[in-house]
């Protein structure tokens, strides 16, 4: 059901605070996240002693304590403290998933701890717009209700704008201009070039400019978890590089079977400090995200009631969803047929 060996956004680190345990579902588990010092912890949601969630206790000096009983643990997962008696078995321990603060964001790896390349830093995608100070923008945090995949679907196939979001950020553009999919080891990208067109007048209101102008945007889907859409527009002729910049930022980590996380940032490199663009953005794009959830439920609702017959139809502007999907497909089924480790053996490990 998902692909567990590789990192994911599990939050924003202002989420976490000092004081109280987070919970999130991520591909179908129970983590509590915390903060021991500085330090982020994510730990199995789940008391050994009578599978408590200890995101319902509270932390006391870097540990947290479970609610039901007052079983302590430290950020490596291990009991340390059971109240009543002076011994603590060995097997009170949960696991602990590896965990990696970059650019503001939480990354989590919740597949197996062994292995070559396993939860390696280095393979996490960079995102350095979150914090570059030549960059501004705004973030949000939804959780939708459906299934990973067809949020995939959404991002590489942006021709829906013309019509889900045809009051906020559509134009007929958009489908109007075709794409092209280049594909490397780990991405799928889709880039379509719109010449001699009237962007959206959100951006035109953002940016100051007067159409027609070249647009473009370029979805570089960095599998299995992270879509960043560079995206920008120029006088007409003018070359990429001279133009107004956005880099939008989506990452999407499986909750459930049947829902999905979604951080999302939206960061310029015009307009630094501005307080009513930031403002602007903010409300258009809460719109913008709030059409594709209310599109994307509708969607789950019939798969998920059986109402949908057949496999989809695919047209030409589908061509990274295709490819993305063959990718995705091989990801998962990689890990189907590798040996599986005890998931307490992973633990201890990690």
Known sequence: MFIKNAWYVAGWSHEV??????????????????????????????????????????????????????????????????????????????????????????????????????ADPGSIPDTP?????????????????????LVHDNLLDLTHEAFIHETSIGDDAVYENGITVEVTKDAV??????????????????????????????????????????????????????GYHIEVLNA??????????YFYGNFRDFALGDDDINALMRSSLSQVLAEDADALAKQERMLAEGHASGSDVLIAQDAGVARARRMMQQLLDAELTEPKRDRHAAAVDA
């Open 189 to 242: 990208v889709v880039d379509r070039f719109m010449p001699n067109c009237h962007p959206s007048d959100l951006y035109v209101t953002a940016m100051g400019v007067q159409p027609p102008m070249d647009r473009w945007h370029t979805t570089e889907f960095r599998l299995p978890s992270l879509h960043v859409i560079h995206c920008g527009v120029t006088s007409p002729g003018a070359s990429r590089e001279s």
């Open 17 to 118: 605070s000092a004081g109280k345990p987070l919970q999130r579902m991520i591909c179908g588990e129970a983590i509590v996240l915390f903060r021991s010092g500085d330090e982020v912890v994510a730990l199995a949601d789940a008391c050994a002693h009578r599978q408590y969630p200890l995101s319902s206790g509270q932390l006391v000096d870097g540990r947290i304590r479970c609610g039901y009983h007052g079983f302590e643990y430290d950020s490596d997962g291990v009991c340390q403290r059971v109240p009543g008696q002076k011994t603590v078995p060995a097997k009170a321990r949960v696991r602990r998933y590896p965990v990696v603060l970059r650019n503001g964001w939480i990354w989590i790896w919740p597949g197996d701890t062994a292995g070559e390349g396993a």
């Open 252 to 261: 999407i980590t499986p909750a459930t079977e049947n829902s999905t996380w």
């Open 129 to 149: 717009w979150l914090t570059a100070p030549e960059w501004d923008g705004v973030t949000f945090t939804h959780l939708y209700d459906c299934r990973s995949s």
